[in-house]
């Protein structure tokens, strides 16, 4: 079982890491485009995106947890874990207290034509968006590495 819940584990993060280069790789497009429509295109397409990256970071806590209580050789002090736990956290609170709010207030910005502000504000959503990649990078790296084994 703990295989199965390595792998489900890994692949959600796969699916959260590699949605967070390609929405940041996608919103430097849009944010040079100067397009009104296409900012906001993909302001839209990351609402439902964001839906996708917290169904994976839900995944990866839970299998997360599943291999802790599973398996012997695994503590809940260990500082990889404890890592793990924050960066899923900090995460999920991003996506639900900045990046959903924000990216929906894009999208109001396009629709009342303030296309200034809403450059400005996927330009914040963007360096945001930076942090938490390295923050994502470091989690993985913990994971890897096995601190505090």
Same mark, same amino acid.
Not at 13 to 36: C, H, Y
């Given at each position: 079982?703990?295989?199965?819940?390595? #792998? %489900?584990? &890994?692949?959600a !993060?796969m +699916?959260?890491?590699? @949605?967070?280069?390609?929405?940041g /790789?996608?919103?430097?497009?849009?944010?040079?485009?100067?397009?009104?429509?296409r900012?906001r295109?993909?302001a839209s397409d990351?609402?439902?995106?964001?839906r996708?990256?917290s169904?994976a970071?839900?995944?990866?806590?839970?299998?997360?947890v599943?291999?802790?209580v599973t398996?012997?050789?695994?503590?809940?002090e260990?500082t #990889? %874990?404890? &890592?793990?736990? !924050?960066? +899923?956290?900090i995460g @999920?609170?991003?996506?639900g207290a /900045?990046?959903?709010?924000?990216?929906?207030?894009?999208i109001e910005?396009?629709?009342?034509?303030?296309?200034?502000?809403?450059?400005?504000?996927l330009q914040?959503?963007g360096?945001?968006?930076q942090?938490?990649?390295?923050?994502l990078?470091v989690v993985?790296f913990?994971?890897?590495?096995?601190w505090g084994?």
């Amino acid at each position: 079982m703990y295989d199965w819940l390595l #792998f %489900i584990h &890994i692949v959600a !993060a796969m +699916v959260w890491i590699g @949605g967070s280069v390609l929405a940041g /790789f996608f919103a430097m497009r849009a944010g040079q485009s100067r397009d009104p429509q296409r900012i906001r295109a993909f302001a839209s397409d990351m609402v439902v995106a964001g839906r996708i990256f917290s169904f994976a970071a839900l995944v990866i806590l839970v299998a997360g947890v599943l291999m802790v209580v599973t398996e012997d050789f695994w503590e809940w002090e260990n500082t #990889f %874990i404890i &890592i793990g736990f !924050a960066g +899923v956290l900090i995460g @999920g609170a991003l996506g639900g207290a /900045f990046y959903t709010p924000q990216t929906e207030k894009v999208i109001e910005d396009i629709d009342a034509d303030r296309h200034a502000e809403a450059g400005a504000r996927l330009q914040r959503i963007g360096r945001v968006a930076q942090v938490e990649l390295v923050l994502l990078l470091v989690v993985v790296f913990s994971m890897v590495a096995n601190w505090g084994v």
